[in-house]
């Protein structure tokens, strides 16, 4: 894995793969694609690579699922 590649300070642009990920651009974090909270790269956990996009927690991949329609929706 080449999460470390590069060590820049702004946000990095990733390639996110099915238990990997590769960093194309150099940063230290990502943004959560539903909370838009920052996202250290030693702590991504949770993506989606048919989306290429990653979440924060458990809790923020499953809404995306919902919002994608993957889940049906828990109202």
Same mark, same amino acid.
């Given at each position: 894995?080449?999460?470390?590649? #590069?060590?820049?300070?702004?946000?990095?642009?990733?390639? +996110?793969?099915?238990?990997?990920? @590769?960093?194309?651009?150099?940063?230290? !974090?990502?943004?959560?694609?539903?909370? #838009?909270?920052?996202?250290?790269?030693?702590?991504?956990? +949770?993506?989606?690579?048919?989306? @290429?996009?990653?979440?924060?927690?458990? !809790?923020?991949?499953?809404?995306?699922?919902?919002?994608?329609?993957?889940?049906?929706?828990?109202?």
């Amino acid at each position: 894995m080449n999460r470390f590649e #590069g060590h820049g300070s702004g946000e990095a642009k990733i390639r +996110y793969l099915d238990a990997d990920f @590769q960093v194309i651009a150099p940063g230290s !974090h990502v943004r959560c694609a539903i909370t #838009g909270e920052i996202i250290p790269l030693d702590e991504l956990k +949770y993506w989606s690579v048919a989306r @290429q996009e990653p979440y924060v927690d458990v !809790h923020a991949s499953v809404a995306a699922d919902e919002r994608a329609g993957v889940l049906p929706s828990q109202n």
